[in-house]
């Protein structure tokens, strides 16, 4: 059994504008939940412009937080820092024994049963399901183990040739792709076996050199009637072990965006992120501890006249001229 972990997370954000904008709503979801297989010690929560902040639990009992900016404004900030003490407990795949569900037995697993959003049913998708045989029989642990021994040779982990809202019909084209793609396929492959599953985000802590950036991750969580829920990392081909931190749970990833966000104005959007995990040394307070601060970036009550490191854009006038009608 894999041994706990205290880890230190920092998630960044930052959102630049190359034109005024007079107002903009952001939802986050990057407060790590409590599970079975860790505790939350501490969280906190900056941005900027300075904003209220508000929090919300959506279905999946994840948390959420949001918050509107309305005077304009052109940069965004976020800053998420967590402190997590993972200790898994999952079960090998090989004693995951459990038969297969019999049809229509899981109706309570409605909503992770679904083939729809990114998770696509199509014949691309069923010939592959076809393709991946195990004998009859086989327990519940060995149907996952075969999917994933199969995405592991026949996909390619390759950054930047699928995109977040790429489908599963996506990367079986391209035969490559992120974790999130990996995490996808998965789901629809079990789902058609009738395994109720869940996509998982979080972060995976990897050791790297001093301020080299992490990445968020994703997975999936198979039901078990004797297990509960168990991870598994189809990126891998792996169960989750202590390095592991869970955000958040959802049918796909729609559900669970790191942030999506809405503005208004005709300025261009551009997004930097990166994600900062460490191992967590000396001794911490066991209650649990939660800060929401902000951070200083400016807003104005009207479009400046001029930036100081660039002139007014075609996008500042439209939204100057807006601000006027």
């Known amino acids: 059994m894999s041994r706990g972990m205290p880890l230190r997370i920092e998630h960044r954000f930052a959102f630049a504008y190359d034109g005024y904008i007079s ?42 937080h949001h918050f509107t900016v309305t005077k304009f404004h052109d940069r965004i900030e976020v800053v998420s820092r967590s402190l997590v ?10 004693a995951v024994d459990d038969p297969l569900p019999a049809e229509g037995a899981s109706w309570h697993f409605h909503d992770f049963l679904q083939l ?3 998770v696509r049913l199509t014949p691309a998708l069923r010939e592959l399901h076809r393709a ?7 327990p519940l642990g060995a149907h996952v183990a075969a999917v994933g021994d199969h995405l592991r040779r026949e996909f390619v982990y390759q950054q930047h ?11 079986l084209k391209l035969r490559a792709g992120v974790c999130q ?31 080299d950036p992490a990445q968020s991750h994703a997975w999936i969580e198979f039901h078990s009637p004797t297990a509960g829920w168990v991870p598994f990392d189809p990126t891998h081909a792996a169960v989750p072990d202590e390095r592991y931190v869970v955000v958040g749970h959802g049918r796909h990833y729609d559900d669970v965006p790191p942030n999506r966000g809405i503005y208004r104005g ?19 307070s066991a209650a649990f501890q939660e800060e929401v601060g902000s951070i200083d970036l400016p807003v104005f009550p009207e479009v400046p006249q001029r930036r100081l490191e660039r002139p007014l854009t ?9 601000q006027q009608q």
Do not use: M
Request: proline residues 8%; contains cysteine.
């Open 23 to 64: 107002e903009s709503f952001l939802e986050l979801r990057v407060q790590p939940k409590p599970t079975p297989a860790q505790t939350v010690r501490s969280f906190s929560l900056s941005v900027g412009p300075p904003a209220r902040v508000f929090r919300y639990r959506d279905w999946n009992d994840n948390l959420a």
């Open 161 to 171: 040739v699928t995109r977040f809202d790429s489908t599963t019909d996506d990367f």
């Open 116 to 118: 729809d959003g990114p």
């Open 132 to 138: 991946i045989a195990v004998p009859k029989g086989a």
């Open 85 to 94: 003490e993972t200790h898994p407990a999952a079960p090998a795949l090989d």
């Open 266 to 284: 005709g300025a261009h959007e551009a997004l930097e992120a990166a994600v900062f995990t460490e191992r967590a040394h000396g001794r911490d």
């Open 314 to 322: 075609a996008a500042d006038a439209a939204a100057e001229a807006q």
């Open 181 to 211: 793609d990996f995490a996808h396929l998965a789901l629809g492959l079990l789902r058609l076996r009738g395994i109720p599953c869940r996509y998982v985000s979080g972060y995976l802590h990897v050791e790297r050199g001093d301020g």
